[in-house]
């Protein structure tokens, strides 16, 4: 927990390198939280402390989740690393897989699909999701990708690649990669 939160403050830091900025960022408050109670949850603190633990975790979450408009769900893996620009209406469904050093903005879903169907997105490390994005069902979305803002996403996304609309499609894929150059 300690690791994954030193690295989320620092990527706060890197954007806003003014660490009073940093401590007021509510956004950084919920990611703190969700940390707290991942640890709490899934990682498992002394069985004599944690029934105080989970009091704690849920007066704190329900207070952010009330005031911020945030719900990262305790169950989520999420990777050390995480920037959400702003806060207000992101939530991360319990079942979701989320790399290391992504960017999250406002107003982002990251959750199940309707009708009854199982199943939620994971993402792979340093993608960019922009505000208002939805990314549902059992899908991955690549390394390195990035969504663009109101997207909807349903369905896989290539690594590096840029996706946008409604449904969302690849409008830009990643460069290849050099080819090595032959010995000789």
Same mark, same amino acid.
């Given at each position: 927990?300690?690791?994954?939160?030193?690295?989320d403050?620092?990527?706060?830091y890197?954007h806003?390198?003014?660490?009073?900025?940093?401590?007021?960022?509510?956004a950084?408050w919920?990611?703190?939280?969700?940390?707290f109670?991942h640890?709490v949850?899934?990682?498992g603190?002394p069985?004599?402390?944690?029934?105080?633990?989970k009091?704690?975790?849920?007066?704190?979450n329900k207070?952010?989740?009330?005031?911020?408009?945030?719900?990262?769900?305790?169950?989520?893996?999420i990777?050390?690393?995480?920037?959400?620009?702003h806060?207000?209406?992101?939530?991360?469904?319990?079942?979701?897989?989320?790399g290391?050093n992504?960017?999250?903005?406002?107003?982002?879903?990251?959750?199940?699909s309707a009708?009854g169907?199982?199943?939620?997105?994971?993402l792979?490390?340093?993608?960019? $999701?922009? @505000? %208002? =994005?939805?990314?549902? *069902?059992?899908?991955k979305?690549?390394?390195?990708?990035k969504v663009? #803002?109101?997207?909807?996403v349903?369905?896989n $996304?290539? @690594? %590096? =690649?840029t996706?946008? *609309?409604v449904?969302?499609?690849?409008?830009?894929?990643?460069?290849? #990669?050099p080819e090595?150059?032959?010995?000789?």
């Amino acid at each position: 927990m300690i690791r994954e939160l030193r690295a989320d403050l620092l990527r706060y830091y890197a954007h806003e390198p003014s660490w009073s900025r940093v401590a007021t960022n509510t956004a950084l408050w919920a990611v703190a939280a969700y940390r707290f109670g991942h640890w709490v949850y899934k990682e498992g603190p002394p069985r004599l402390v944690q029934p105080a633990l989970k009091a704690v975790y849920l007066v704190v979450n329900k207070l952010l989740e009330a005031t911020t408009e945030m719900f990262l769900d305790a169950q989520a893996e999420i990777g050390e690393g995480l920037y959400i620009g702003h806060s207000g209406g992101t939530h991360i469904n319990n079942e979701a897989v989320i790399g290391k050093n992504c960017d999250i903005g406002h107003q982002v879903t990251i959750g199940t699909s309707a009708m009854g169907r199982k199943g939620s997105p994971q993402l792979g490390d340093e993608v960019y $999701v922009g @505000a %208002g =994005a939805k990314i549902i *069902g059992r899908i991955k979305v690549g390394a390195g990708a990035k969504v663009a #803002a109101n997207s909807l996403v349903m369905t896989n $996304v290539p @690594a %590096g =690649a840029t996706v946008m *609309g409604v449904p969302a499609r690849v409008v830009l894929r990643a460069a290849p #990669a050099p080819e090595p150059e032959p010995d000789k």
